[in-house]
């Protein structure tokens, strides 16, 4: 008996894109009945962390002078 697979991958394929399309619709309307709304809330800690974090970005942090100035700090509490 001779099996032909010539279109073997075409119909699998066409299974799994039905079946995802399916689960996708089903996904599409939980969310869209299931509106939540998220809220983010940063600390005061965290707060105080951002002129670091844009100095940081900025570049500042890797200034000749700041990396020497850094590392005497902490050569000074060693």
């Known amino acids: 008996m001779k099996v032909d697979f010539?279109?073997?991958g075409k119909i699998e394929f066409?299974?799994?894109l039905k079946s995802d399309q399916k689960s996708k619709s089903k996904l599409d309307s939980m969310?869209?009945?299931n509106k939540i709304e998220d809220k983010l809330d940063i600390s005061e800690e965290s707060k105080k962390l951002?002129?670091?974090?844009?100095?940081?970005?900025s570049g500042y942090y890797d200034q000749?002078?700041?990396?020497?100035?850094?590392?005497?700090?902490?050569?000074l509490e060693i």
């Open 64 to 75: 000749k002078e700041v990396i020497l100035e850094t590392a005497k700090r902490i050569n």
């Open 14 to 16: 066409e299974k799994r």
């Open 31 to 33: 969310t869209t009945s």
């Open 50 to 57: 951002f002129p670091i974090l844009n100095k940081l970005k």
């Open 6 to 8: 010539t279109n073997t």
